[in-house]
């Protein structure tokens, strides 16, 4: 059987293993980015991220992990931080044109949807926008007509829906949010336990300028992005 590396430069060639290597190095490159966690209640949406400050001579305002597609969806990063960039661009003109056509907010799912096809589209034609595999993984929450959701898009194109996930390269993350996660759970508790996860992977001390929470509750249907002031008050309520 020929070598992998005589197929690990073509975006879409197959190996004989039926294979895409260059898919699986996006993959990996999701798994290196600061931890983000986003959990689905009754009561709305949370999605929280650590944010890596390079230098104390960094803003760290300027660098955002939360962004908001439409103002009852919001999303979280993992990866390289230009490609989301490109994906929640698409996101947000997808969102746009629904609205204008429709004359209603576009389902989370469909703008999930819409995210997961732009992931397939690199290098189908000739002056295609990236020529290789997106190394970003989205969390995308929101609330819509059927209620708070939660899915997360990624290098392959394939979106899941799930209750409460982890992606970045906070391996426990995910194994305590599948302890302690339970669907009675209330914003407030998602608040908890999701800066609670990102204190325990992070290296630094956890503070205001190196978190950032949102959530879109169902009552409202809005995206909030905490203030430094909210952020505070979480962290000073965990556990010791």
């Given at each position: 059987m020929s070598g992998k590396s005589e197929y690990d430069r073509g975006v879409n060639t197959f190996s004989p293993a039926g294979r895409i290597f260059q898919i699986e190095y996006a993959l990996a490159a999701t798994n290196l980015g600061s931890t983000s966690v986003g959990i689905?209640?009754?009561?709305?949406?949370?999605?929280?991220?650590?944010?890596?400050?390079?230098?104390?001579?960094?803003?760290?305002?300027?660098?955002?992990?939360?962004?908001?597609?439409?103002?009852?969806?919001?999303?979280?990063?993992?990866?390289?931080?230009?490609?989301?960039?490109?994906?929640?661009?698409?996101?947000?003109?997808?969102?746009?044109?629904?609205?204008?056509?429709?004359?209603?907010?576009?389902?989370?799912?469909?703008?999930?949807?819409?995210?997961?096809?732009?992931?397939?589209?690199?290098?189908?034609?000739?002056?295609?926008?990236?020529?290789?595999?997106?190394?970003?993984a989205l969390l995308i929450a929101g609330v819509d007509d059927q209620g708070p959701s939660l899915w997360l898009t990624d290098p392959s194109g394939s979106y899941v829906r799930y209750e409460a996930k982890a992606i970045g390269d906070g391996m426990e993350a995910q194994a305590t949010l599948q302890e302690k996660y339970h669907k009675s759970m209330s914003l407030d508790e998602a608040e908890i336990l999701a800066v609670s996860i990102l204190k325990q992977v992070m290296e630094e001390k956890i503070k205001s300028d190196n978190v950032e929470v949102a959530s879109v509750r169902t009552d409202t249907r809005k995206l909030e992005v905490y203030t430094a002031d909210k952020v505070n008050k979480i962290i000073e309520s965990l556990p010791a």
């Open positions: 689905q209640t009754a009561e709305g949406v949370l999605i929280a991220a650590e944010k890596k400050v390079p230098s104390t001579l960094v803003d760290a305002s300027s660098l955002n992990k939360i962004s908001e597609i439409d103002s009852h969806i919001g999303c979280v990063m993992s990866g390289l931080v230009t490609d989301a960039r490109i994906l929640i661009e698409t996101a947000r003109v997808e969102a746009s044109n629904h609205q204008f056509t429709y004359g209603e907010p576009m389902r989370v799912e469909a703008c999930t949807l819409a995210v997961a096809d732009s992931c397939l589209r690199f290098g189908e034609r000739k002056g295609a926008s990236i020529s290789r595999p997106f190394g970003v």
